[in-house]
């Protein structure tokens, strides 16, 4: 399967012009595509079908709940398909069957183990405060996106744990795909800050969850990876972040706009 994978492209501030890809079969939008929304309209139209995962500055400002339901409801008028604790199929131009999984999966701050924790919510505690967001009447705070990136983190472990038998006659899957706004592992941390406790408000510790993937797409951290991860027995994960960033910080250098994946 051929696909583009689009993040962190901050079209609040940025100029950029999205160019599909000659050859991908669909576009991955991995979040922080516009934290207004509006730059979701250049999407429309796309010559692909586009799958979306919001990203954590999709929500700034707003009511969570109620910003969930009206993000899916503008991606649905727009044609675009949005996952969150989702699933959506597609068949590759070679005829292999892929499961899509998507989630914004927030991050739980166990990155560097529970003794660590507490130090890792600390210098997250800035970043909840610049987003401005809440779940219901609470600000949201470390322990509310805690709690959040549990469930997403149990139903990507269930589902993943799925066999595709159980999909029935007809509607198994060959490969399987995650597409994620936080990293899975420590192994996405952005090089120029290495391994710090607020690098446990951008990757998670997801390394079991990526043995039972075939691939896995994130953004959320302003670089870009292109990595596999050994499977006993099994062909190695591949996981790819194709994040734009911010200009102003040099973070768009090398950022190729029509790259195209191929994923076996």
């Not at 796309?46 to 910003?67: F, S």
């Amino acid at each position: 399967m051929k696909l583009q994978l689009y993040s962190d492209l901050h079209l609040e501030t940025e100029r950029f012009t999205p160019e599909p890809a000659p050859g991908a079969e669909l576009l991955v939008l991995a979040g922080d595509i516009d934290s207004t929304w509006a730059g979701y309209e250049r999407f429309a139209g796309w010559p692909v079908p586009v799958l979306v995962v919001a990203g954590n500055h999709e929500y700034d400002g707003r009511e969570l709940g109620r910003a969930r339901a009206a993000f899916e409801r503008r991606c649905t008028r727009l044609g675009l398909t949005p996952l969150e604790c989702s699933e959506a199929g597609h068949t590759a131009a070679n005829g292999r069957r892929w499961r899509i999984l998507g989630t914004t999966r927030w991050c739980d701050f166990d990155l560097f183990g529970l003794a660590q924790r507490p130090r890792s919510e600390r210098a997250a505690a800035y970043f909840m405060r610049l987003m401005g967001a809440r779940l219901g009447d609470t600000v949201l705070g470390t322990a509310e996106q805690r709690e959040l990136a549990l469930q997403s983190r149990r139903w990507l472990e269930t589902t993943l744990a799925r066999s595709p038998r159980s999909a029935g006659p007809g509607a198994a899957w060959d490969r399987t795909l995650v597409v994620t706004h936080f990293a899975p592992s420590l192994k996405s941390a952005d090089p120029r800050y290495g391994a710090t406790p607020s690098t446990a408000a951008f990757c998670n510790a997801d390394d079991d969850l990526l043995q039972r993937a075939d691939a896995w797409l994130h953004g959320h951290l302003h670089c870009r990876h292109d990595y596999t991860v050994a499977r006993p027995g099994l062909r190695p994960v591949r996981v790819v972040s194709q994040a734009r960033g911010l200009a102003a910080k040099g973070e768009t250098r090398g950022h190729d706009p029509r790259h195209l994946i191929d994923l076996a």
